[in-house]
């Protein structure tokens, strides 16, 4: 019993250590839900109108494969580690598997239609085929991107009400 007592302090601080290392719900959603807004946010055809728009003024500081991969690649690689990382408690997992599930399908394209979009306009290609690839390529991943993100917006929905937060999509 002695030996109980002095092990006591320790097995508390352990649980206290491990609760707050646990992130929140709030954190969790924010690292899913909210997270996944950098593949909507990129996902839209003027963005390559405002890469045009930015080269044909000379404000445009890189390349415009460097820019894809800087303010669109990079970013969506660091929220899905992060998302990876996050502990996979039962009443999360399937939130985190749809959030990955539409963060990850967006990735694949903007590493591979993006980029090959950006290196088109890199190349100095006329206006015509720019936008014939950029609406080729909406075509082509539209549906199943929008199917994933109704997805994750349905999960992040019940999850944020489950759990209190306050959370509309638009």
Same mark, same amino acid.
């Given at each position: *019993?002695?030996?109980?007592?002095?092990l006591?302090?320790? =097995?508390l =601080?352990?649980?206290?250590?491990?609760?707050c290392?646990s992130p929140s719900?709030e954190?969790?959603f924010?690292?899913?839900a909210?997270?996944?807004?950098?593949?909507?946010?990129?996902y839209?055809?003027?963005?390559?109108?405002?890469?045009l728009?930015?080269?044909a003024?000379?404000?445009?500081k890189?390349?415009?494969?460097?820019?894809?991969?800087?303010?669109?690649?990079?970013?969506?690689?660091d929220?899905?580690?992060k998302v990876?990382n996050?502990?996979?408690?039962r009443?999360?997992?399937?939130?985190?598997?749809?959030s990955?599930?539409?963060?990850?399908?967006?990735?694949?394209?903007?590493?591979k239609?993006?980029?090959?979009?950006?290196e088109?306009?890199?190349a100095?290609k006329?206006?015509?085929?720019?936008?014939t690839?950029?609406?080729? *390529?909406?075509?082509?991943t539209?549906?199943?991107l929008?199917?994933?993100?109704?997805?994750m917006i349905?999960?992040?929905?019940v999850?944020?009400?489950?759990?209190?937060?306050?959370?509309r999509?638009?």
């Amino acid at each position: *019993m002695n030996n109980l007592l002095k092990l006591l302090p320790f =097995f508390l =601080f352990t649980i206290v250590v491990y609760a707050c290392a646990s992130p929140s719900k709030e954190q969790v959603f924010q690292q899913t839900a909210l997270n996944s807004n950098l593949v909507s946010a990129a996902y839209r055809p003027a963005y390559f109108r405002e890469i045009l728009e930015h080269k044909a003024k000379n404000t445009l500081k890189m390349t415009a494969k460097d820019y894809v991969k800087t303010r669109t690649i990079n970013p969506l690689d660091d929220a899905i580690g992060k998302v990876k990382n996050l502990k996979q408690t039962r009443d999360a997992q399937e939130l985190i598997s749809s959030s990955l599930d539409y963060m990850e399908a967006g990735r694949v394209i903007f590493a591979k239609e993006y980029l090959r979009i950006a290196e088109l306009i890199d190349a100095g290609k006329s206006a015509e085929e720019i936008e014939t690839a950029i609406d080729q *390529m909406f075509k082509s991943t539209e549906t199943e991107l929008l199917t994933k993100q109704n997805n994750m917006i349905a999960v992040a929905t019940v999850f944020a009400k489950e759990n209190k937060i306050d959370y509309r999509a638009r």
